[in-house]
């Protein structure tokens, strides 16, 4: 079976024991209980029973429902806890959003309110309470754009990285040709570019673990190959971690020589066995 590095950009904490065995499995069995699942759901319910809602927040309820609908298929078929937990994630998102745009709605109200009762109040009063009204709706606003904007950030992030999702979570591999020579574990100086956009994806997003995984090709020992391997994972990770990224999100792993995407028979398909899979 093939391996390929992966990213999970799954918000909720990962165990390690969870994630290494999703990852000799390909697909975790289905857990008792998802937290991340729980919690969109109480969102989700905690958005449809906001009176404003249907009139501010139309668009964000229908994502919010067809994300929790999506998650909640996943958790039934027995889908991976990745898959379940990314998401409800985006059900979660998108019920923070639909608030913040019902918040903003209800301030609006406010200030229409306020504006029909200036006529009846004294001028200090009036302007006092226009002025509070409008600070909720500024308020508010910045609040639905940021919750709007962060999204947009994380998914423009996700495709720069060029993640694919699998059974284990969103996966990206980095790129052979710029990792490793033969029988090395020293980082090329070209693997800079690939690992900073990885770190700066990590800063971004506080939350997201990540599985390094490292792979050699055939040539020398299966057991030399094997402590190569990890020492390549570790290797990307000491460099996420001068980059600012903790190892209590980082976990590496040592896979050897017993997963080829390419033929050992060529150069070229063992330059691209000397790799390393992340898994978000």
């Known amino acids: 079976m093939r391996f390929q590095r992966t990213i999970v950009f799954a918000p909720a904490l990962l165990t390690a024991a969870g994630l290494a065995a999703a990852g000799m499995s390909g697909c975790a069995s289905r857990p008792q209980h998802n937290d991340q699942l729980e919690q969109a759901r109480t969102n989700v319910r905690s958005l ?93 606003r910045e609040q639905a754009q940021r919750a709007q904007g962060e999204l947009q950030k994380e998914q423009q992030e996700l495709s720069d990285l060029k993640t694919r999702q699998t059974q284990r979570g969103l996966e990206l591999t980095l790129a052979s040709d710029l990792l490793f020579n033969t029988g090395s574990a020293e980082l090329k100086p070209g693997a800079t570019l690939q690992i900073n956009r990885l770190a700066n994806f990590m800063r971004s997003n506080p939350r997201a673990r990540v599985i390094i995984e490292g792979y050699t090709d055939t040539t020398g020992t299966a057991a030399h190959n094997e402590q190569l391997s990890q020492q390549r994972a570790q290797a990307v990770a000491s460099a996420l971690e001068t980059q600012g990224v903790t190892m209590d999100r980082v976990q590496t792993i040592g896979r050897g020589q017993d997963y080829p995407v390419a033929s050992n028979d060529s150069s070229a398909g063992r330059q691209q066995n000397r790799r390393v899979d992340v898994i978000l």
Do not use: C, M, W
Request: charged share 35%; glycine share 2%; net charge negative.
């Open 48 to 140: 449809e029973q906001d009176p404003d809602a249907q009139s501010a927040a139309q668009q964000q309820l229908r994502d919010a429902h067809a994300d929790l609908q999506r998650a909640d298929d996943a958790f039934d078929q027995h889908r991976s806890s990745e898959e379940v937990t990314h998401l409800a994630y985006l059900a979660d998102r998108e019920a923070d959003t639909g608030k913040a745009l019902a918040e903003e709605y209800r301030a609006h109200q406010q200030l229409a309110k306020a504006n029909e009762e200036r006529s009846r109040i004294l001028l200090d009063a009036r302007t006092q309470e226009a002025q509070r009204a409008n600070e909720q709706a500024q308020n508010a």
